[in-house]
């Protein structure tokens, strides 16, 4: 059976990402080398398909790329235990409600400044500008 090569644009389009992201993600590895045709054009088929999917997912999800690349190592042997994705996920679940902490004290803070202005007034006492204006 044949296996359905794509050229660069068509596996862009396949998984909804740029050319040159794809050749930046074979640059440092996450995405193997793919075959080359006789005339030395990239090829791939559908394992790159998956792959790269998997990828922009995890990008999606706020995953770093050696995060990534530490899942696409464990998820290549479907026999290993879980444990460590489940440390990864755990730990990159952990950022991310910090990260949500952060913001959500930001946005209080600036609520508190935005109900100090009373607009009408001029900037030279402009009760945001003053809060933001360092000491």
């Known amino acids: 059976m044949a296996v359905n090569r794509l050229k660069?644009?068509?596996?862009?389009?396949?998984?909804d990402t740029?050319?040159?992201?794809?050749?930046?993600?074979?640059?440092?590895?996450l995405l193997p080398e793919p075959e080359r045709t006789e005339t030395n054009y990239r090829t791939y088929d559908t394992a790159h398909v998956e792959r790269l999917r998997f990828i922009?997912?995890?990008?999606?999800l706020g995953f770093s790329l050696d995060q990534i690349r530490?899942?696409?190592?464990l998820t290549s042997d479907v026999g290993h235990p879980c444990d460590k994705v489940d440390k990864i996920t755990a730990s990159h679940l952990a950022d991310v409600e910090a990260k949500i902490?952060?913001?959500?004290?930001?946005?209080?803070?600036?609520?508190?400044?935005?109900?100090?202005?009373?607009?009408?007034?001029?900037?030279?006492?402009c009760r945001i500008v003053q809060a933001i204006t360092p000491d």
């Open 70 to 73: 530490e899942l696409l190592t």
């Open 18 to 29: 740029k050319v040159v992201t794809i050749r930046y993600y074979e640059k440092i590895g």
């Open 101 to 125: 902490a952060d913001l959500t004290n930001l946005a209080n803070e600036l609520r508190k400044i935005s109900r100090s202005c009373r607009g009408g007034g001029t900037i030279s006492n």
């Open 56 to 60: 922009r997912r995890c990008r999606a």
């Open 8 to 15: 660069i644009g068509d596996l862009a389009f396949e998984a």
